[in-house]
């Protein structure tokens, strides 16, 4: 599928898949990863009847809303079903991506191409925060998250509002951590859901810290 050119503020999502360094030791694992990304993605933008487009290269993915009928929440929940749409399909196969979403100016050209070279220019104060909040974002943005940066939000995008109480806006959160961003859970049903969920998202760190302990505490010379 081709992509439009497009100038314009909007909404931009860079989508990354957690530990693809770890998945790449298993060439197999890693490919199965990518393939069933690029499937999800190409599905998902196919099927929303151009309100959102995108680009997948390697391990990550850059969406853009179209803002056809300049309507903010539109936009916004667009971009949103495309997300949770890619991130359930990764999740049946137990992989997981990170999404960071940004509001500002974005613009993608085309350029003219020649056998073997793909020309793509992709400019923008969005994908540029998008990018960098989940390379080096802090708090740091952890596997199987998405966010929407808090920075050049449109005054529509509030949570508890009124007018975002009907799916998927209801699934917007803050968290506690982090004053810079607002969370989608894209994976729960009910905003009553969310309490548990970081409950038991903090425990399986818990989890983890506690097997780190009994390795080093019980090494395999010493068994």
């Known amino acids: 599928m081709s992509i439009r050119e497009f100038i314009g503020n909007t909404f931009v ?7 693809f360094k770890e998945l790449m030791k298993d060439g197999e694992n890693a490919w199965n990863a990518l393939d069933i990304f690029y499937q999800a993605g190409y599905d998902s933008i196919r099927n929303n009847n151009g309100r959102v487009e995108g680009l997948l290269v390697s391990d990550c993915g850059i969406l853009f809303a179209r803002n056809n ?5 539109q936009m916004l929940e667009s971009l949103l079903n495309v997300v949770k749409i890619i991130n ?9 991506l990170t999404t960071s ?5 974005f613009k993608y050209q085309e350029r003219i ?6 020309k793509h220019p992709i400019y923008g104060n969005a994908y540029v925060q998008a990018f960098l909040d989940n390379a080096s974002g802090l708090p740091k943005i952890e596997p199987g998250f998405c966010r929407i940066l808090r920075k050049n939000l449109p005054q529509e995008i509030i949570v508890g509002s009124p007018q975002l109480n009907n799916s998927p806006f209801n699934m917007l959160s803050e968290r506690k951590g982090d ?3 607002i969370y989608f ?4 049903n009910a905003p009553r859901d969310i309490e548990k969920f970081e409950s038991e998202y903090k425990n399986s760190y818990s989890l983890k810290f506690s097997g780190m302990l009994k390795a080093l ?5 010493a068994v």
Request: aromatic share 14%; glycine share 10%.
């Open 88 to 96: 359930n399909k990764m999740l049946e196969s137990d992989y997981m």
């Open 101 to 105: 979403i940004a509001y500002g100016e």
């Open 185 to 188: 859970y894209w994976n729960l």
């Open 13 to 19: 999502a860079f989508i990354d898949i957690s530990g």
């Open 217 to 221: 505490k019980h090494p395999l010379n």
């Open 179 to 181: 004053k810079n961003c």
């Open 113 to 118: 191409e020649f056998p073997g070279i793909g």
């Open 69 to 73: 009928d300049n309507n903010i929440l």
